[in-house]
């Protein structure tokens, strides 16, 4: 059984900074591919963005393009969600997923229903 728990939250300011992580154990860690998505109040669950699992490769969505980077320490089993220039449309609550493959080492995956794993989310706020 894979567990992953989210931290990092909290309330921010527009134009400020969250880092969000999100550690992971149960599992080999380093043969996941990551993920983020958020669900804001009342509205589905969206992709955020995607890392494969060696870390060469990342996607994003493109309303969290340039502003947000997403990267993972294998040696920590944690992946990161370095969140800048923050927006009020941010506001969501943030979930970590995990898809444990086996996938080759190019991958990333965008769809929700792929993943196998999700953590309970964390919540963030930005404030205009």
């Known amino acids: 059984q894979v567990q992953l728990v989210e931290s990092g939250g909290g309330l921010v300011q527009a134009g400020g900074s969250l880092r969000l992580s999100c550690a992971t154990s149960?599992?080999?860690?380093?043969?996941?591919?990551l993920g983020w998505f958020r669900q804001a109040s009342g509205k589905e669950r969206e992709f955020v963005a995607a890392?494969?699992?060696?870390?060469?490769?990342?996607y994003y969505s493109d309303s969290v393009k340039g502003r947000f980077t997403i990267s993972r320490d294998n040696a920590k089993s944690t992946v990161y969600l370095q969140m800048n220039s923050l927006k009020p449309e941010d506001t969501a609550a943030y979930y970590c997923?995990?898809?444990?493959?086996?996938?080759?080492?190019?991958?990333?995956?965008?769809?929700?229903?792929?993943?196998?794993?999700w953590g309970q989310g964390t919540q963030v706020t930005v404030s205009s």
């Open positions: 997923a995990a898809d444990v493959g086996p996938h080759p080492i190019n991958v990333v995956v965008v769809g929700a229903s792929e993943y196998d794993y």
């Open positions: 149960g599992h080999t860690f380093s043969g996941y591919v």
């Open positions: 890392i494969n699992w060696s870390g060469g490769v990342t």
